[in-house]
């Protein structure tokens, strides 16, 4: 099931369907048992264009993962990624290359993503330089367009990145990601590395440059706060599977899988007429390399009951827009509770 929400086919931008990412653990002896990291586990969405489309979770949980499968840095080891209608993985070596070009990354640290030896103008132009076909004056003008575009000079072309402040490295990431007028952008926690202080600059810039050049963002953010200003839709992801999904609008004023709660409830709400009850979590996010049974997210859950051990919750619709992966929202079977599994687990589960 793809989930962005609502059904609108027609102005889908990107498309994941049922999309697993595992990594191979290093083998500690040769001769030992292959284990996997499920980085990310039947994860399906749709991205509409023009939107921004908001992925929050704790750490670890398959964010980047996800992003990267998303604009084919990543083959996933099995779903669909469909970018503009087209099957990424299926399309021919030129078609893909043009694809990625239309599918650029904000990463989350300016600090190591810039090349410290290239000057600005080398690090600007770069994927223009790659590309080819544009004569060293038109490439100039477009560096110096987009200079201005996201706030710096044109003194600063010939300086390296350590003689710019985190907030101005960023400034340079987002014009370098620009530059072959890309109609997709990933913003991989933009700002979390970054001073406080030049948070609502960047953002600012982002927003901005969306609207002048009509880009489609996804937007990986710790900050639900961050996410409910700009977001249209979003997934919340837990040990690298979606817990809730759908409309920003209805996902932030009517949460209701457990961990989205936790997860609100631990940022300080604006709104303070509508007081959120408090879901705190306990212990630590188990290990992806051999995730729980059942709900991936029952031993952390205040509210588990016993058949949340062992039966996966699937995303069910709970009102148009908006999809949840919770067993208290499905219910069980009524042979299922017979069974006891809709039993309260204790409250010292888990630990
Ligand atoms: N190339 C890789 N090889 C092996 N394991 C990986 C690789 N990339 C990510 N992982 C593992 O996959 C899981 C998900 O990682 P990922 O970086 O996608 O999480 P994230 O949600 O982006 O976290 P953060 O918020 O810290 O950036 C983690 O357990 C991570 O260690
Ligand atoms: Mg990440």
Same mark, same amino acid.
């Given at each position: 099931m793809i989930v962005n929400g609502n059904n609108r086919?027609?102005?889908?931008l990107l498309e994941m369907e049922s999309v697993s990412v595992n990594f191979p653990v290093k083998r500690a002896y040769p001769f030992s048992k292959?284990?996997?990291?499920?980085?990310?586990?039947?994860?399906? &969405?749709?991205?509409?264009?023009?939107?921004?489309?908001?992925?929050?979770?704790?750490?670890?949980?398959?964010k980047s993962t996800l992003a990267n499968a998303m604009i084919g840095m990543i083959r996933p080891t099995s779903g669909t990624v469909r970018f503009q209608g087209d099957d990424l993985?299926? &399309?021919n070596r030129q078609a893909f290359k043009a694809a990625r070009r239309n599918m650029q990354m904000v990463f989350?640290?300016?600090?190591?993503?810039?090349?410290?030896?290239?000057?600005?103008?080398?690090?600007?132009?770069?994927?223009?330089?790659?590309?080819?076909?544009?004569?060293?004056?038109?490439?100039?003008?477009?560096?110096?367009?987009?200079?201005?575009?996201?706030?710096?000079?044109?003194?600063?072309?010939?300086?390296?990145?350590?003689?710019f402040s985190g907030g101005q490295r960023q400034r340079i990431g987002?014009?370098?990601?620009?530059?072959?007028?890309?109609?997709?952008l990933v913003c991989d926690e933009p700002v979390s590395g970054l001073d406080v202080s030049v948070h609502a600059q960047i953002l600012n810039l982002l927003m901005e440059i969306q609207q002048s050049l009509n880009l489609t963002y996804v937007f990986i953010s710790h900050n639900l706060a961050v996410v409910k200003n700009i977001c249209q839709h979003m997934h919340v992801m837990y040990l690298g599977k979606t817990m809730e999904a759908g409309a920003a609008d209805s996902?932030?004023?009517?949460?209701?899988?457990?961990?989205?709660?936790?997860?609100?409830?631990?940022? &300080?709400?604006?709104d303070v007429s509508r007081p959120r009850e408090r879901v705190l979590l306990k212990g630590d996010t188990p290990s992806p390399i051999d995730p729980p049974s059942g709900c991936r997210f029952w031993q952390r859950c205040p509210f588990a009951m016993e058949g949340c051990k062992t039966i996966p919750a699937e995303l069910v619709n709970v009102e148009p827009d908006?999809?949840?992966?919770?067993?208290l929202i499905s219910g069980f079977s009524s042979e299922q509770k017979a069974a006891g599994f809709a039993q309260p687990l204790s409250p010292q589960h888990g630990e």
């Open positions: 086919h027609s102005d889908a292959r284990q996997w990291i499920q980085a990310v586990t039947d994860v399906s &969405l749709r991205v509409s264009m023009g939107e921004t489309f908001g992925i929050v979770g704790e750490s670890g949980c398959g993985f299926s &399309l989350q640290d300016p600090f190591s993503s810039l090349n410290p030896r290239f000057t600005v103008y080398d690090i600007i132009r770069e994927p223009l330089y790659i590309r080819g076909g544009v004569s060293e004056s038109d490439m100039k003008g477009k560096v110096l367009e987009l200079l201005n575009l996201v706030g710096l000079d044109e003194e600063d072309l010939q300086r390296y990145p350590s003689d987002i014009a370098r990601a620009i530059i072959l007028n890309p109609s997709f996902v932030f004023s009517n949460p209701l899988h457990p961990y989205t709660k936790a997860l609100l409830s631990a940022i &300080l709400d604006i908006h999809h949840v992966a919770c067993h």
